[in-house]
């Protein structure tokens, strides 16, 4: 937790001072997918909550963009959802955006994420400002849960900082909460790919009894 609170102030500094820089490489987006919900298995299964993932058919699986930085804002999503809920489930979506524009960015597809927990929900006076720097629900929350109210702070810049659209959150009080946010990335024909980024199976060419 100390580890994560110093490096969510050096991020917010780095973003605050103009110097924080994206990769922009070709990678696996379902494996980066995969590696969040790995990440954070342990955690769930540790309260009895169900922790699943849905990749919609025809997100692609190869792309261009920061694998780094998508799984540090879908990772702290994930993270909060998990501290947040003691009894249920945390579900992530992976889909299609088909309601925007793709005129902004040529060639690229709009993929949106989507984390929905069954915690303890936000309250309607707080999430005008939920996205503000070490802003938290309120201070029994933040006596109970701890953080330093920089993740999601963070994770909207992170977002937009990547060409995509401001993180929306739907939620009530008790009832859980959704945070989306979708992101325009360029498909990667697999088949463009040095081998030695396509994880082949040790098995291929051999021959089984």
Same mark, same amino acid.
């Given at each position: ?6 490096? +969510?102030?050096?991020?917010?500094? /780095? ?15 379902? /494996?980066?997918?995969? +590696? ?66 793709? +005129? ?39 006596? /109970? ?10 994770? /909207? ?53």
């Amino acid at each position: 937790m100390l580890f994560r609170s110093i490096n +969510d102030i050096l991020d917010f500094s /780095k973003i605050e001072a103009g110097r924080f820089e994206l990769e922009h490489i070709n990678f696996n987006l379902h /494996k980066a997918i995969e +590696d969040v919900i790995e990440l954070f298995s342990e955690r769930a299964h540790s309260k009895h909550l169900e922790l699943n993932y849905r990749i919609a058919p025809g997100v692609p699986e190869w792309v261009t963009g920061d694998p780094t930085r998508i799984r540090q804002v879908l990772g702290n999503l994930v993270g909060n959802a998990i501290k947040f809920t003691e009894h249920g489930e945390v579900v992530v979506d992976i889909n299609l955006n088909q309601n925007t524009h793709q +005129d902004t960015h040529t060639h690229s597809e709009w993929i949106q994420f989507s984390v929905r927990d069954t915690g303890i929900g936000i309250a309607e006076n707080i999430l005008p400002r939920l996205f503000q720097a070490f802003t938290q629900a309120d201070g029994s929350t933040t006596r /109970k849960y701890g953080g330093t109210g920089l993740g999601l702070a963070i994770c /909207k810049q992170l977002v937009e900082l990547m060409g995509g659209h401001a993180i929306n959150v739907s939620s009530h009080l008790g009832q859980g909460a959704t945070f989306t946010f979708s992101l325009p990335m360029m498909p990667v024909n697999s088949s463009e790919l040095p081998s030695s980024t396509i994880e082949v199976s040790a098995l291929n060419g051999i021959r089984l009894l």
